[in-house]
C-alpha cells in the first residue's frame, strides 16, 4: 500500500505505511541524530511532530526496555528511509513497526528523507499530513492551521513525584516541562534527592519545601506560551540555584528580561558543535529545539558562556546577579555524546556555593 506525506505547500513525498497506519497531522522536523531512535521518539519535546530522521537506516537495534525518555511516544508520525524488519540487540524486545503499533503512531518508510530534509530547511514552519489517499478539504484546513498550542502542560506530570536518593544528598526540585528519564538518572546516579513537580508549580510551593536548587527541564514548543512560569521562575531568581537545559533554559532567560526567536529549522540531533566560551573548547552535543534565546545586550546581566558553532545563537548563559546558569543542548544527551555531562557536577557546586554563603 502507498502512502505520502503532504506539506501545506502541495508537495508530497511518497513512502509505503508502517506502525499503526492512520492520518496524522502536525508539524513536520527533521533530526540528524545516527543512532538512538527510541529515545528520541520518547523525547516529550517531539510532541506534536511528525518526526523525520535524516539517517538512512533505522530499526536495526529494535527496541528495548531500557531506552525509554518518557512512558509515552510524543511524536505525532514517523518518516524514513529504510526500516529494518529483522533487529539484531541483545535487550532486543521487538522490531520498530511493533514499537509503533504498541503506541499507535503511524510511520512513513521508503521516503527521500534526502529530498524532505531540504524542503524544510528552506524555512518557516512546515504543518504536514500522512495520508493513503487525497486528503479532503477539511483535513487540509485542519493541517493548515495546525499548531502545538501549550504542549508543555500536556506532556508535564500531574501531581508530585518524590525519588528517594542517598544520606546527605542535595534536594533538587525539578520543574517538569517534559522531562527526559536520563536527566533524573543524572541526578539520581549522584544520590540526591528528587521531587517533581507539574509545570504549573507556584514558586510559593518550591520555597517552602526545603530544597537546595531547582533544576528547570526540557519540553515542548514556543517557551513564550508559558507567560505563568516564567513568573513563578522570577519569584525564584536569587532564592535557590536554578539550572535550566532545553525548555528551561529558554524560560529562564525569558525570566530574566531576554528575548526568544523561532530558528528557521531548528536544531535536532545528537551532533550539534557548541563552543565553551569560557574555556575555549568545542564540544558536540544533543539538541532538540526550534527556538533559541535573543543575544543578550550590553546592560543586560547575562553572560553568554555557550554559543553554537553553526550559526552562532546563544547555547548557553549565566548570570550575574543571581545563582544560576542554563544552556540549549542537551547534557544528559541521550541519545548523543555525553562530554557535557559535569554541568551537573556544576550545578552541584552552584548548591553548595549557595548553601555556604547563607550561613
Known amino acids: 500500500m502507498k502512502a505520502f506525506l503532504m506539506l501545506e505547500d502541495g508537495s508530497k513525498f511518497y513512502g509505503e505505511p508502517f506502525g499503526d497506519f492512520q492520518n496524522a497531522i502536525g508539524e513536520v522536523v527533521f533530526s540528524t541524530s545516527m543512532t538512538g531512535y527510541q529515545e528520541g521518539l520518547t523525547d516529550p519535546s517531539f510532541f506534536g511532530q511528525i518526526l523525520v530522521l535524516t539517517y538512512p537506516l533505522i530499526g536495526n537495534v529494535g527496541f528495548n526496555n531500557f531506552d525509554y525518555e518518557s512512558n509515552r511516544i510524543s511524536v505525532k ?24 503499533k504498541k503506541f499507535n503512531i503511524v510511520g512513513l518508510k521508503g521516503v527521500d528523507t534526502r529530498a524532505l530534509t531540504l524542503k524544510i530547511r528552506e524555512g518557516n514552519v512546515k504543518r504536514g499530513i500522512i495520508c493513503v489517499e487525497e486528503p479532503t478539504a477539511e483535513q487540509l484546513e485542519k493541517m493548515k492551521n495546525y499548531k502545538i498550542e501549550k504542549p ?78 516564567i513568573e513563578n521562575i522570577k519569584k ?74 553553526n550559526d552562532g545563537t546563544v547555547e548557553g548563559l549565566k548570570y550575574k ?27 552541584e557546586r552552584l548548591m553548595e556555593g549557595f548553601a555556604n554563603a547563607k550561613k
Open 77 to 100: 508520525g514517523l518518516i524514513i528511509k529504510e526500516l529494518c524488519d529483522v533487529p539484531s540487540n541483545w535487550a532486543v524486545k521487538g522490531n520498530l513497526d511493533e514499537f509503533m
Open 236 to 309: 525564584l531568581l536569587n532564592k535557590k540555584p536554578i539550572m535550566g537545559i532545553c525548555m528551561g533554559h529558554q524560560l529562564l532567560a525569558l525570566a530574566n528580561g531576554l528575548d526568544s526567536f523561532r530558528l528557521k529549522f531548528g536544531h535536532r540531533g545528537a551532533n550539534q558543535p557548541v563552543k565553551d566560551l569560557e574555556h575555549n573548547r568545542v564540544y558536540i552535543t544533543s539538541q532538540n529545539h526550534g527556538y533559541a534565546i535573543c543575544e543578550p545586550d550590553e546592560n543586560s546581566n547575562a553572560v553568554v558562556t555557550f554559543r553554537n558553532v
Open 321 to 347: 546577579d543571581s545563582p544560576s546558569f542554563s544552556v540549549q543542548f542537551h547534557p544528559e544527551a541521550c541519545p548523543g555524546p555525553m562530554d557535557t555531562e559535569y554541568l551537573f557536577n556544576d550545578f
Open 152 to 229: 508543555v502542560y500536556k506532556v508535564s506530570t500531574k501531581r508530585p513525584l518524590f525519588i528517594d536518593g542517598k544520606s546527605g544528598g542535595k534536594n533538587i526540585a525539578v520543574f517538569d516541562f517534559g522531562v527526559k528519564e536520563n536527566m533524573i538518572r543524572m541526578l539520581h546516579n549522584r544520590g540526591h534527592n528528587i521531587t517533581i513537580f507539574p509545570a504549573d508549580t507556584s514558586a510559593e510551593e518550591i520555597l517552602e519545601g526545603n530544597f537546595d536548587g531547582v533544576l528547570l527541564s526540557n519540553g515542548p514548543g514556543d517557551p513564550k506560551d508559558n507567560e505563568s512560569i
